[in-house]
């Protein structure tokens, strides 16, 4: 794949935090963020906010609020080992076609954490490469949902 195609932009920036309402709160009416989308994903032992700015919906850089659905959650054990504080937690790449990416990122020996794709917000396909082989930055890689239909 040529390095042209690899990434579209930055999708989203992960913050870990451990209460979603407290955060929203911040967010929105401190920095002035709107809340686009809200969900729980069981699997990934989340609960998530999606915030944009100005009028756009996907087209700009959001922030995605990450609580802990329990302790032994990824974002739970997180939260632990950072003191209870939240913080950057995730930088997430969008692309086009996740399953021509991840054969180019395994071909380049980035290490990805699932086999295939799974379920992350609004129906979108994800994967993760472990902080370890990208100078320790956990790095998640978006299909969004409309690009994913087609
Ligand atoms: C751990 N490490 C990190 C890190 N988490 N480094 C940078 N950023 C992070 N977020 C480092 C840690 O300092 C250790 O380095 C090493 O990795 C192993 O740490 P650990 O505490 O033992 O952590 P693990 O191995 O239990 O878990 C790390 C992985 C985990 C990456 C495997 O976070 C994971 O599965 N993440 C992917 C899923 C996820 O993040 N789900 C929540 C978001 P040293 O001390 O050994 O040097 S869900 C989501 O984003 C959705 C739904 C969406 O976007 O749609």
């Given at each position: 794949m040529d390095n042209t195609d690899l990434f579209v932009c930055i999708?989203?920036?992960?913050?870990?935090v451990p209460n979603l309402d407290e955060a929203i709160k911040l967010h929105t009416e401190v920095?002035?963020?709107?809340v686009l989308h809200r969900e729980t994903n069981e699997e990934q032992g989340v609960e998530e906010a999606m915030l944009g700015t100005g009028n756009q919906h996907v087209e700009n850089a959001q922030i995605?609020?990450?609580?802990?659905?329990?302790?032994?959650?990824t974002i739970g054990k997180w939260l632990a080992k950072n003191g209870?504080?939240?913080?950057?937690?995730q930088l997430a790449y969008r692309v086009k076609d996740i399953d021509a990416v991840c054969a180019t990122l395994r071909e380049?020996?980035?290490t990805l954490l699932y086999d295939e794709p799974k379920i992350g917000t609004g129906g979108s396909r994800i994967q993760f490469a472990h902080p370890?082989?990208?100078?320790?930055?956990?790095?998640?890689?978006?299909?969004p949902a409309a690009v994913a239909a087609h």
């Open positions: 999708d989203h920036v992960g913050l870990a920095f002035g963020w709107r995605q609020l990450l609580a802990p659905l329990s302790e032994q959650s209870g504080r939240g913080g950057i937690q380049r020996g980035v370890k082989s990208t100078g320790g930055v956990l790095l998640e890689l978006v299909e």
